[in-house]
C-alpha cells in the first residue's frame, strides 16, 4: 500500500484527530484558521475549538484576487496562476499559525481547506438553457498539502453540485451535527458577505432540516464602504448609523426575483453588487442620496431580506431562537433592525454554544471533512438541495 495511503488510513483510524479549517469568504478579509480536536462522527460528533486566527491578507494580495472576483469577463491566464498563488498563500499563512501557536505540522492529521470562492452561478442565476448550477473555488489542495506536509481536503461545493445541489448553503451539514438540541428549535443565521440560515427542529430529525441563502448580509456595505470611503467595512456600523432610511431606494433593492424564489436557493455577489446598487438608485431617482443614507438604506435591505426570509418560513409572529454568527453579527444597527423586525425571536450568538462566532465556517469545514474521513452520508430524506453526500477532495502530500 502507497505510504500515504497507509497515512491516511492510520489518521482516519485515532480516536481524536486535529483537523484545521479554513475559511476565505467573498468579504476577503484574511484566511481564518480555526485548529479542533474532533472526536467521533455524525450525530455524536464532538469536536473543540483549540486555536483561531484570521491570517490578514495584503492589500496587493486582495487587489489580486479581486481582479478575478465575481466577473464574467477575467484574464483566464491570472485565474490559473492564482489558483497555485492563493494556495501558496493559505500555506503559507497555516504554517505560520502552527509556529505561533507552538505546534508542528506533524502533530496535524488534516486541513480542510474551502478555498476562495471567484464566481457562483446558480441556474436561477445565469439562466442558460442547458447549463447545470455552477461554482468555482481556487487554491489548489495539492499545493497546500505539499507546502504544509499535511493531507488537505478541499473542493467541498463541487460532490454537492453533482449530487443535484447548489453548491450552498453547506452550512446545514456542519450546523446539523454541531448544534441540533432535541426538545429545543433553532435558526442559525450566519451573516456572511451573503446571509443563510439553517432550521434545526428540535426532533432532531435530518429529514425535517431547512437551509437556505436569504439575500445580502455584508457584501453591498462593504462594497460601497470600500468605494466610497476607503474602509474595508462600516466598523461599529458608523457610517450607517450617521445616515437615515431612504424608503424609495429599499423599495427598490427589494424588488428583485431572486427574493422571491422558493427555498431553499443560493446566490452571491455576482448579483448582489454595486451595479445592482445603482440600477436601484436611477430606478428610485436616489442617485444624488447621501453616501450615509445609502449605507443606512443598505443595512435595512439585508435586514428587511432576513427577517422576510424567517418570517416566510416561522410566520409573521416568528418565536424562535436566532444563534448569529459572521461578520453582520458585529454591525450593531443591523442586529437592532433584526430585533427589532422580530421581536419574539431571542438572538443569541454560537459562543453560547461554546463555538467562537467568527470562527463558525472555518469549523464547519474540519467538521465536513471529518464526516467525508469517518463517517457516512447524513440522510436528509428527499429534501430538495440538501443532497446527502460527504464532501471534499483528498490531496496528498508529496
Given amino acids: 500500500m502507497n505510504r500515504q495511503i497507509q497515512n491516511l488510513y492510520s489518521k482516519a483510524g485515532k480516536s481524536e484527530r486535529l483537523i484545521i479549517g479554513l475559511m476565505s469568504g467573498t468579504s476577503m478579509d484574511g484566511l481564518d484558521i480555526a485548529l479542533c480536536a474532533?472526536?467521533?462522527?455524525?450525530?455524536?460528533?464532538?469536536?473543540?475549538?483549540?486555536?483561531?486566527?484570521?491570517?490578514?491578507?495584503?492589500?496587493?494580495?486582495?487587489?489580486?484576487?479581486?481582479?478575478?472576483?465575481?466577473?464574467?469577463?477575467?484574464?483566464?491566464?491570472l485565474v490559473c496562476l492564482m489558483n497555485e498563488h492563493i494556495a501558496n498563500i493559505h500555506a503559507q499563512l497555516i504554517n505560520e499559525a502552527l509556529e505561533e501557536w507552538g505546534y508542528k505540522n506533524e502533530d496535524i492529521d488534516f486541513i480542510a481547506s474551502h478555498g476562495q470562492t471567484i464566481f457562483h452561478a446558480p441556474k436561477s442565476l445565469h439562466q442558460l438553457a442547458g447549463y447545470p448550477n455552477g461554482t468555482l473555488q481556487i487554491g489548489d489542495g495539492d499545493h497546500i498539502a505539499t507546502k504544509t506536509g499535511i493531507i488537505t481536503l478541499s473542493d467541498f461545493r463541487q460532490k454537492h453540485l453533482a449530487a443535484g445541489g447548489e453548491g450552498a448553503p453547506l452550512a446545514v451539514y456542519g450546523d446539523y451535527l454541531m448544534f441540533s438540541k432535541s426538545g429545543e428549535d433553532r435558526v442559525m443565521l450566519n451573516i456572511g458577505g451573503i446571509a443563510n440560515f439553517t432550521y434545526l427542529p428540535g426532533s432532531t430529525d435530518a429529514s425535517e432540516i431547512f437551509s437556505t441563502d436569504v439575500g445580502p448580509g455584508n457584501t453591498l456595505m462593504d462594497q460601497y464602504m470600500q468605494q466610497h470611503f476607503n474602509q474595508f467595512y462600516d466598523k461599529n456600523a458608523t457610517v450607517g448609523l450617521s445616515g437615515h432610511l431612504n424608503s424609495k431606494l429599499l423599495a427598490a433593492l427589494l424588488n428583485c426575483d431572486f427574493l422571491t424564489l422558493d427555498f431553499p436557493k443560493t446566490t452571491g455577489p455576482e448579483l448582489f453588487n454595486l451595479e445592482y446598487l445603482l440600477i436601484a438608485q436611477e430606478q428610485s431617482s436616489t442617485t444624488n442620496l447621501s453616501k450615509e443614507d445609502v449605507m443606512a438604506t443598505l443595512c435595512h435591505f439585508s435586514a428587511e431580506t432576513i427577517t422576510n426570509a424567517i418570517k416566510r418560513c416561522f410566520g409573521q409572529e416568528a418565536k424562535v431562537q436566532v444563534f448569529m454568527s459572521g461578520g453582520g453579527m458585529h454591525n450593531p444597527l443591523l442586529v437592532q433592525l433584526l430585533q427589532a423586525r422580530l421581536p419574539l425571536c431571542k438572538f443569541l450568538s454560537t459562543a453560547d454554544l461554546n463555538i467562537n462566532p467568527d470562527a463558525k465556517e472555518a469549523v464547519l469545514f474540519a467538521v465536513l471533512a471529518n464526516e467525508t474521513l469517518c463517517g457516512e452520508p447524513i440522510n436528509f430524506g428527499n429534501r430538495q438541495g440538501v443532497p446527502s453526500v460527504c464532501m471534499g477532495k483528498i490531496s496528498l502530500p508529496a
Fill in 38 to 77: 474532533v472526536k467521533k462522527s455524525g450525530a455524536e460528533t464532538d469536536i473543540r475549538v483549540l486555536e483561531f486566527k484570521t491570517g490578514g491578507y495584503t492589500a496587493e494580495f486582495r487587489a489580486k484576487v479581486k481582479a478575478i472576483f465575481s466577473k464574467k469577463e477575467v484574464d483566464l491566464q
